[in-house]
């Protein structure tokens, strides 16, 4: 909080030194920039009639959508089935694969930092940058439309985020307590099993569930690229413009992820 | 060994996770139940997946030799959309979220406006991104500004969200302070409540524009602009080389982004 | 009681000297015997190498030079399934227990024979029937009975440095290498853990060196003191050869008949505490 002497022999004071206010104006004028400019790139070519037309169209949808055809219901059963499993059997797979590379990754358990530990990095960088739909959009390219693809591109996101909060807790583990372990004369995997795991069970533990939970979301819009589940059918009424039912399937997502979401806050409740 | 009674043959087994045997039971035979219905019912067709393994050969083999050049046009034109999109998105998403978060905050708001901001947070929170996206781009036509509102109306939900949750939780002794000294409600945010939960605030927002970036290369699949189309085309044309490209920028500005915002929430604490 | 073997020495160390990486010299040349059956009290002030010194002898810590020998085998040198091994043949025992939180008492006391049963064993669990026979007599021995099956975060401070003990017992060791035992314990609990390890060394006949601050408590309970400063070994003696002059040259100058000590180092005021306790006793 710098003062500043007045030719009158006052004493003024200020929040911050004249060149502080410049530099603050400066940085703000260059942020308003730069949106603006982002502003002016962007819309191009946005064509902007139908822009002002966005409420009479929202108005419209949501009309049109209205009421639900809730027969279609029938046919949801068995995509919410697969949507369940993709996430499931994704957030499993995701597990098996993560756990190893978070071992790998850990300054405190790699066997060799100068190899070892930058690969495991690497791959969750890559794994997390890259969110499950791209992933799925690999996938179908890959080996075509289905649950499988599904499956994997869910457990290959998984595999990042498992992997860097997984190596971050095995980074904060107490030292004191592995070198207890150290010192009766255990082998590398032994101070893995009563070292380590026992400290970093419970962080897994709530890691799993949550990223479930976020998987049961991401799962139910995988559809839309051609990897199973209840996004599937939602990308067939959507291109048949089939409204009503496009509300149903709104719903029933909505459902499902509100109960993901419950399931995974008591579960994580009950592990604390 | 002096003064101890035999122990020995005494049998040991370390105690079960869950106590209730018939608990326990029932939770291991409902996970193979589960497990076994859950497999049983997959449906893979083997010989497409197989038919795949030349395809996935060769999309890694192109991570080798990405292909920059050939598709550059689409792949600088898509970029550019993207990152644009994340720097208006996240800059009108962070300033909507502003009055949505105050309003959310129990302990400032009354209760209409707290039950108002809460619905927003809500729906904008519920959907997930591609969804919103589909919305959004029916009423604004095909084009980034339809993923720009996409991606600043799920920044508001996450926003208002957090910072709600940090005005509540606000050191109540400081607004004491300053409302004794006879602080108007305006005088109160900016001397009391402000300095408390800008830092965060201030972090959240570069982690969201990291968010922001990467869910803008997915919106683009269902139209609404951004590197997500050409990628998307890319695959449809096997052109893996493209893919690859397009993938290892993406994963380098996360990269970079990441780095830079590690930085900058350094800086502030 | 004891046989002191002056010949072949349990624990033996020569010329050990260890150099931190940031240029500390921790311990320079160190020569040190522990007989069979010794119970010998490391004293001497934060800082002097004590701690290193321990961990030196089962190669936590990579001595830079010197050597170690325990029961005639060299520890000096070894490495992988040797260097396991041979820390099998030395049970530790820690300032703040160590034990792993999150796993029972039984479980605790039984990772002490991690070093003789395989991975898959000690995954599971499934421990020969005579180390669990054993590790419920340590159990009971130590004053833990019926308490097998509880987590370890869920003990008294006292009860946890128990079941370190019986961890380190468990590995049948031939040295105990003992660091601060009672150091987070309070003055009664802290006496009924030393007298415990007394007796049982006694009953196994073993070495062990207790790195101990409160210097009274080490007077009380141990057969011979040696005392650290700077990496040096300056005073090895019985706990009476302890004088005002020999804990200056330990700890640095001091007013060792003063009362009521004025330093600030908890160490100093231990030793102080020490004196004056020796002094009021002679007077009398």
């Known amino acids: 909080m710098p003062t500043h002497s007045l030719p009158s022999g006052q004493v003024e004071w200020r929040r911050r030194t004249p060149r502080a206010v410049l530099l603050r104006w400066v940085c703000w004028l260059l942020g308003v920039l730069l949106v603006v400019q982002c502003w002016q790139i962007m819309n191009a070519d946005t064509i902007w009639e139908f822009v002002y037309d966005a409420p009479a169209q929202g108005a419209d949808l949501l009309g049109r959508m209205w009421p639900p055809r809730w027969s279609v219901m029938d046919k949801l059963w068995w995509p919410l089935w697969d949507t369940l499993n993709m996430a499931t059997l994704g957030t499993a797979l995701g597990v098996v694969l993560g756990v190893p590379v978070a071992f790998l990754a850990a300054r405190t358990t790699t066997p060799s930092a100068a190899i070892a530990r930058p690969i495991a990095l690497l791959i969750i960088v890559s794994s997390r940058s890259i969110n499950s739909l791209i992933w799925a959009l690999l996938l179908v390219t890959v080996m075509g439309p289905g649950v499988l693809a599904g499956i994997l591109a869910i457990a290959l996101r998984s595999i990042g985020f498992i992997g860097k909060l997984l190596y971050e807790a095995l980074e904060e583990t107490d030292p004191k307590q592995i070198e207890a372990i150290t010192a009766t004369g255990a082998s590398g995997a032994q101070r893995i099993a009563y070292g380590f795991v026992p400290q970093i069970m419970p962080t897994f533990a709530g890691i799993s569930v949550y990223r479930w939970d976020i998987n049961i979301r991401e799962s139910t819009v995988l559809g839309l690229v051609g990897a199973g589940g209840i996004g599937l059918q939602l990308n067939a009424s959507v291109s048949r413009l089939a409204w009503p039912e496009v509300t149903v399937m709104f719903i029933a997502i909505l459902c499902t992820v509100a109960v993901s979401e419950w399931v995974s806050a008591r579960v994580r409740a009950a592990i604390i | ?269 | 009681m004891l046989r002191i073997d002056d010949a072949k020495p349990m624990l033996r160390i020569r010329g050990l000297t260890k150099t931190y990486r940031s240029g500390d010299k921790a311990l320079d040349g160190v020569d040190l015997d522990v007989p069979r059956g010794q119970l010998m009290a490391l004293i001497g002030p934060s800082g002097a190498g004590k701690s290193t010194l321990i961990r030196c002898v089962n190669r936590l810590v990579e001595p830079t030079a010197g050597e170690v020998v325990v029961d005639g085998g060299p520890v000096t040198g070894l490495g992988g399934g040797a260097l396991r091994a041979a820390r099998r043949r030395m049970g530790m025992i820690f300032q703040e227990y160590a034990l792993v939180e999150r796993l029972s008492v039984m479980e605790n006391v039984l990772s002490g024979r991690l070093g003789y049963v395989g991975f898959w064993a000690s995954w599971l669990r499934r421990y020969p029937q005579s180390d669990i026979d054993e590790a419920f007599r340590l159990i009971e021995r130590c004053g833990l009975s019926g308490m097998h099956d509880k987590r370890a975060d869920q003990l008294s401070g006292g009860q946890r440095q128990r079941v370190g003990i019986c961890r380190a017992l468990i590995q049948n060791p031939a040295l105990l290498l003992v660091d601060e035992p009672t150091a987070s314990l309070d003055p009664k609990t802290s006496r009924q853990v030393m007298r415990l390890l007394v007796e049982l060394c006694a009953e196994r006949n073993l070495a062990a060196i207790v790195n101990i601050h409160d210097v009274a408590l080490a007077q009380m309970f141990v057969q011979r003191i040696v005392g650290l400063r700077a990496g040096r070994i300056v005073f090895d003696g019985p706990p009476d050869a302890l004088t005002t002059e020999t804990l200056t040259a330990i700890y640095g100058e001091e007013d060792w008949n003063a009362s009521r000590p004025t330093e600030e180092d908890e160490e100093d005021e231990a030793a102080a505490r020490a004196i004056a306790a020796r002094l009021a006793a002679e007077a009398r």
């Open chain 2, 1 to 269: 060994m002096s003064a101890t009674t035999t122990t020995t043959g005494r049998r040991w087994r370390p105690p079960p996770f869950i106590a209730n045997p018939w608990l326990r039971l029932a939770l291991y035979g409902g996970v193979a139940l589960y497990l076994a219905l859950a497999l049983g019912t997959l449906q893979v067709n083997w010989g497409r997946v197989a038919e795949g393994l030349v395809r996935g050969w060769a999309f890694i083999a192109a991570f080798g030799s990405p292909d920059f050049t050939s598709r550059w046009p689409e792949i600088y034109e898509g970029m550019v959309e993207s990152l644009t999109m994340t720097v208006v998105s996240t800059v009108l998403g962070v300033a909507l979220s502003l009055p949505v978060g105050l309003g959310a905050a129990r302990n400032l708001a009354p209760m209409p406006v707290y039950l108002v901001c809460r619905a927003i947070i809500a729906t904008s929170r519920s959907f997930p991104e591609i969804i919103v996206a589909i919305l959004f781009v029916k009423m604004f036509g095909f084009g980034p500004l339809a993923g720009m509102v996409t991606l600043a109306f799920a920044t508001i939900g996450f926003m208002a969200k957090l910072l709600a949750e940090d005005l509540e939780d606000i050191d109540e002794a400081q607004v004491e302070a300053i409302r004794a000294a006879g602080a108007s409600w305006p005088q109160l945010m900016v001397y009391a409540v402000q300095p408390q939960v800008l830092p965060r605030f201030i972090g959240l927002s570069v982690y969201r524009l990291d968010i922001n970036f990467r869910e803008s290369a997915v919106i683009g699949i269902v139209g609404a602009g951004g590197i997500g189309a050409t990628l998307n085309t890319s695959f449809d044309r096997y052109e893996f080389g493209t893919s690859a490209a397009i993938l290892i920028l993406i994963i380098g500005i996360v990269m970079a982004a990441e780095y830079a915002s590690g930085i900058i929430r350094k800086r502030l604490q």
